[in-house]
């Protein structure tokens, strides 16, 4: 495990030592998750309840019926004190009261100086923090080292212009047919798929403000949507499926072999590259977002999962403790003064993290270098310093996805133009942007 080391870390120790001394003896946290790494999670409860003497009561639901299950108990009054949150939530939850604040919390504020900025700026809302990342992600682009071999490509293309160069070549040459993958179908996916076009096109949807640009020739949205156009479209180095293609199918489609590039989450490299699960394990690696356009940066889009507290246990002085202290625990060091629970949940279940110390862990360089290849964690870390959370992110963001997204399948579909669907999107964001005032 990754030790703390030096005065700083021994005065830490000490403080999480005392810490624990003043936890309220045989006290409870009542935590409440979903279904998933939860061998790890009761492991790290586990060590938690030695370490401080501390119970947990855990309680778990599926996914797709998790925000309901919580949301139920939180109207309802239930005794929860910590909760795991998407960042999409965030604003409405932080708007219903259903989320506390963690900015006077010194022993949780204190692992902003040791995170990517990205996922602190996802915990963020109107100017407070509501918790500690349980993990972060990206965007990433991969590409198929066989494929660019056979091709004659000396090194991953650094630009989207190279990108479609690289990939008429290898279409010319019949070594693809298809040669970018892209899952764009209207799913819970879409948004960061389209964000990171947006952003290596130096774009946004939305400025400083909260006000919509997306819908500004020279932001970057609507280049990102030409992009997608003419690559299906003009180039045609894009499936015409593609407006088919969920996250994991396209997943499946990159393992199969049959596609040179790709934009794939970063923890499913570890899939991509199992024997196993991909027929191009092996092959598969990652290069740095390409820039788009003459305002192109490296830029990606991230998400985060966080551990958040409820108003009723920072409410209670014994409550907010025990919270704070299994916060810490799991979202930060643990009372040996390491970031066991990021660790575990990359070397056993491959989930990224957003602690930057670990990026000099033996350990953690090495299950990188094992399925991502030589160099894979830096070009992981260097993006990761590339990435941007989502800024479409509001109390609206549910409502106005949906537009969003018939507007970017509009553009796929060949039905509109890329600056008409970028004015719907646009349109319908300061609609509810003034609705909600």
């Known amino acids: 495990m990754l030790?703390?080391?030096?005065?700083?870390?021994?005065?830490?120790?000490?403080?999480?030592?005392?810490?624990?001394?003043?936890?309220q003896a045989g006290g409870t946290v009542n935590f409440i998750g979903w279904s998933a790494a939860v061998d790890q999670v009761r492991a790290q409860i586990s060590a938690f309840e030695?370490?401080?003497g501390i119970r947990v009561n855990y309680e778990n639901f599926p996914w797709a019926q998790f925000r309901t299950a919580l949301v139920t108990r939180l109207v309802g009054n239930a005794p929860i004190d910590v909760s795991w949150i998407s960042d999409a939530w965030l604003p409405e939850f932080a708007e219903a009261g259903w989320l506390a604040n963690i900015d006077d919390i010194p022993e949780l504020m204190k692992y902003n100086a040791e995170a990517a900025e990205y996922c602190t700026q996802s915990m963020r809302y109107r100017g407070r923090q509501y918790g500690l990342a349980y993990y972060g992600d990206h965007m990433s682009f991969m590409v198929n080292a066989e494929?660019?071999?056979?091709?004659?490509?000396?090194?991953?293309?650094?630009?989207?212009?190279?990108?479609?160069?690289?990939?008429?070549?290898?279409?010319?040459?019949?070594?693809?047919?298809?040669?970018?993958?892209?899952?764009?179908?209207a799913d819970t996916w879409l948004i960061e798929f389209v964000s990171a076009l947006v952003f290596s096109h130096g774009g946004r949807f939305v400025d400083e403000r909260g006000e919509a640009v997306m819908a500004d020739p020279a932001r970057g949205a609507v280049r990102a949507a030409r992009f997608l156009r003419e690559a299906i479209h003009t180039h045609r180095i894009v499936s015409p499926g593609a407006v088919e293609t969920a996250e994991i199918n396209g997943l499946r489609a990159f393992g199969s072999g049959a596609h040179a590039f790709?934009?794939?989450?970063?923890?499913?490299?570890?899939?991509?590259?199992?024997?196993?699960?991909?027929?191009?394990?092996?092959?598969?690696?990652?290069?740095?977002?390409?820039?788009?356009?003459?305002?192109?940066?490296?830029?990606?889009?991230?998400?985060?999962?966080?551990?958040?507290?409820?108003?009723?246990?920072?409410?209670?002085?014994?409550?907010?403790?025990?919270?704070?202290?299994?916060?810490?625990?799991?979202?930060?060091?643990?009372?040996?003064?390491?970031?066991s629970m990021q660790k575990l949940l990359l070397t056993d279940l491959g989930l990224p993290f957003c602690t930057l110390p670990l990026n000099q862990d033996p350990e953690v360089q090495g299950f990188w270098t094992r399925w991502a290849g030589e160099g894979g964690g830096a070009v992981i870390a260097a993006q990761s310093a590339r990435t941007r959370?989502?800024?479409?992110?509001?109390?609206?963001?549910?409502?106005?996805?949906?537009?969003?997204?018939?507007?970017?399948?509009?553009?796929?579909?060949?039905?509109?133009e890329p600056e008409a669907a970028m004015r719907a999107a646009a349109a319908k964001w300061t609609e509810l942007r003034r609705a909600f005032r």
């Open 262 to 339: 790709a934009i794939v989450p970063t923890y499913r490299i570890r899939a991509l590259n199992d024997p196993s699960q991909s027929q191009a394990a092996g092959r598969i690696r990652l290069a740095l977002m390409p820039k788009g356009g003459p305002e192109g940066t490296n830029e990606t889009c991230g998400w985060i999962r966080f551990y958040g507290m409820t108003p009723g246990a920072k409410n209670d002085r014994a409550r907010r403790e025990r919270a704070a202290r299994f916060i810490e625990f799991f979202g930060g060091r643990d009372t040996a003064g390491n970031y």
């Open 147 to 185: 494929l660019l071999q056979r091709a004659g490509i000396p090194q991953p293309p650094a630009t989207w212009d190279e990108v479609v160069q690289a990939s008429l070549r290898i279409k010319q040459q019949g070594i693809a047919e298809y040669p970018l993958l892209l899952s764009l179908a």
């Open 389 to 416: 959370k989502k800024d479409v992110i509001s109390p609206w963001f549910g409502e106005w996805v949906e537009t969003a997204n018939q507007a970017w399948q509009s553009v796929c579909l060949g039905r509109a």
């Open 3 to 23: 030790a703390a080391t030096g005065s700083a870390a021994a005065l830490g120790a000490a403080g999480l030592g005392a810490r624990a001394a003043r936890a």
């Open 50 to 52: 030695r370490a401080t």
